[in-house]
């Protein structure tokens, strides 16, 4: 597999436009980690997220139940959202495949190229080194410039 991953912007939006429910392995209660502000932005977004992190079973994050693995979900899941090292993919790959996952998504600087072969081969769609916080922010038109080429911030006073 080439070193370099290309995903067009069609693949992303379709995946991300389908999506209903993430489990997100590695979510964390810290308020100030990278997988706090994806899950909480994602709910912003309209999806459902469940945390998935066997250090925390059982508290709340965010609104939802903190569980200690995917098997745990009593509901379906779309995608699973991995923010655990590369060298985890392979087992979360073999359980997002278990559970019926479509989609599973690893994390910015995570990439795992045999897991994703045999996901895709499962019939699961795979990005690898990717944040759907990111990309949906990007695909949104959120990320230029903080929100200031996007037109909705305005030195400009707006007539009535």
């Known amino acids: 597999m080439s070193d370099k991953l290309d995903y067009t912007d069609d693949y992303l939006r379709q995946i ?4 209903k429910t993430i489990a997100m392995v ?8 990278p ?11 309209g999806y459902r997220v469940i945390p998935v992190n ?5 508290e709340e994050l965010l609104g939802e139940r903190i569980v200690d693995s995917l098997e ?3 509901t379906g899941v779309d995608m699973v959202d991995v923010f655990r090292r590369s060298s985890e993919v392979s087992a979360i790959t073999d ?4 559970i019926g996952a479509k989609v599973i998504w690893m994390q910015i600087g995570v990439r795992d190229d045999a897991s994703a072969e045999r ?4 019939g699961l769609k795979v990005v690898m080194d990717r944040c759907p916080k990111i990309e949906l922010s ?8 903080l929100g200031f080429n996007t037109g909705l911030i305005s030195s400009k006073r707006r007539r009535i």
């Open 35 to 45: 997988s706090y502000f994806a899950m909480k932005y994602l709910q912003h977004k």
């Open 54 to 58: 066997p250090g925390s079973t059982g």
């Open 119 to 122: 996901a895709k081969a499962a």
């Open 95 to 98: 359980q997002a495949v278990a």
């Open 26 to 33: 590695g979510a964390s209660t810290n308020w100030n980690r």
């Open 138 to 145: 990007r695909l949104n038109g959120e990320l230029s410039w």
């Open 16 to 19: 991300l436009d389908e999506v």
């Open 72 to 74: 745990a979900i009593e």
